[in-house]
């Protein structure tokens, strides 16, 4: 590294330090790393090191860094048409909301519309308000460990209260209702034996009117819809048996409350289906989608609702609206990436590559017992970081495998490397694993040592 960008980097962390408010970042490592090129599934700082990035911005960079058909999409349409107020119509905004409202439609066997918004927060506002538009209700149900953003309305239903606890009151706080984590179940159930224990516990919320939720006389639930991540994302890739969300669903209609499935981090075959909720047979009422729609390229979110909840009819004009809404930078990346998804075959792809993730992590279990958990569908992978008895969980050792990773200096195959982890879950333990979908047989395999490396090193601290 010249002296020259040595100097560069501290004066520009210093100003950091000054200038840049902490709220907006997560500033998890001590060692705080800049960053100046990103490729394909690298990362280089301004070292010019290496690294492996198995998180690709949490699910946002699905396609690769610099994928090179999405960025000559978003310069093409910076050359034509780069702004556009959402008052006027563009041809992209069109056809993406169609693709997405024609594929829902053959995939549900129910008509919808999209609406377009900026940041998955935004979108998930948005379904508030059809929510609230077609209920006249404000009360919702959502698990714990449910992440659906930090904006105000968003963070009601989001569970930690980490989140809340400095920004005062909120009227609106969802009824949080355990999530199916039967590696850690919250009622000290086994999977095996316990007849959906869980689900049994919700039904008994509506036996009485004295457990607060429904009026019989009247057969009226106070709550408007539950909120899901089908595969629970920031609380640590955790995948439901087979059946509960068919159980919960038979539940939601008895008691007419509506589904929504929040997809901001699953959606766009990060499981390997178009939306993780595919995996589970039941339809939802609305879907909020984000992320990897433009490859986290210029941002676009947006939710999708059964024609009943957003026709222009109850949900008219500007009933949510914002400037960037429908940008026309968005849309056109946000069609492409799903143009790239009907002409590929993720279905199998991300299918077999996460499975050779999983086979190899299982291997190295078999080594390492601190590796408590290992699990996946698609290429939503966790691997759950343990105390040597392989179940208390250790976010010790993750966060020194974290820090390891960051300080770049893996070596495998004779060259120095960092590794790009991501930590989630509700004890902070689990590496929430999201490669690119075009990652390799033999990246998989660098990947994978490098974090067996990582892991010895940590280990040995
Ligand atoms: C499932 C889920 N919902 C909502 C959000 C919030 O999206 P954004 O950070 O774009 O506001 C996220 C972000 O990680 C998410 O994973």
Known sequence: MSGVKRENTRELLEMESKYCSWGDTVHYSK?????????????????????????????????????????????????????????????????????LAIMNEEKFGVKGRVHFNVGGSAAVEDSLKLVRNATGKNLMFAFYGSYHGRTLA????????????????????????????????FYGQKKES??????????????????SVYDAKAQACEFAAFYIESIQGTCGYIVPPEG?????????????????????QMGFFRTGKFWAIEHFGIKP????????????????????AKEELISPDVFPAGSTHSTFSSNTLGTAVGLEVVK????????????????????????????????????????????????????????DLANRMFEIGLEGNLSVGGKKRGLILDIGGYHKNIFTIAPSFYITKEETDLAVDLFEECLKTALKK
């Open 340 to 395: 790239i998804i009907e002409e590929a075959d993720f279905e199998k792809t991300v299918n077999e590559k996460g499975a050779y993730f999983v086979k190899r992590f299982k291997a190295l279990q078999k080594k390492y017992p601190e590796m408590g958990d290992v699990d996946g569908l698609g290429l939503a992978l966790r691997v759950e970081m343990c105390e040597h008895d392989g179940f208390t969980p250790s976010r």
């Open 31 to 99: 060692n705080l790393k800049i960053f100046e090129r990103a490729e394909d599934i690298y990362l280089y700082d301004s070292e010019g090191k290496e690294y492996l990035d198995l998180q690709m911005w949490y699910s946002a960079a699905n396609f690769g860094y610099k994928n090179k058909r999405l960025n000559d999409r978003l310069k093409s349409q910076l050359d034509t048409i780069p702004q556009l107020a959402c008052q006027y119509l563009h041809r992209e905004k069109i056809e993406l909301a169609s693709k």
């Open 194 to 211: 316990c007849g959906f224990y869980c689900i049994k516990q919700f039904a008994k919320l509506f036996e009485t009117e004295y457990y």
């Open 154 to 185: 968003v963070s009601e239903i989001t569970s930690s209260y980490r989140y809340r606890r400095r920004f005062g009151h909120f009227s609106n706080r969802a009824n949080f209702v355990p999530y199916p984590y039967c590696f850690r179940c």
């Open 285 to 304: 009422d609305i879907i909020v989608f984000g992320k990897a729609m433009t490859n986290g390229l210029n941002p676009l979110s947006g939710v999708w």
């Open 244 to 264: 509960y969300f068919k159980e919960l669903k038979k539940i939601l209609d008895m008691y007419k409350i509506l589904l929504v499935d929040d997809e901001i």
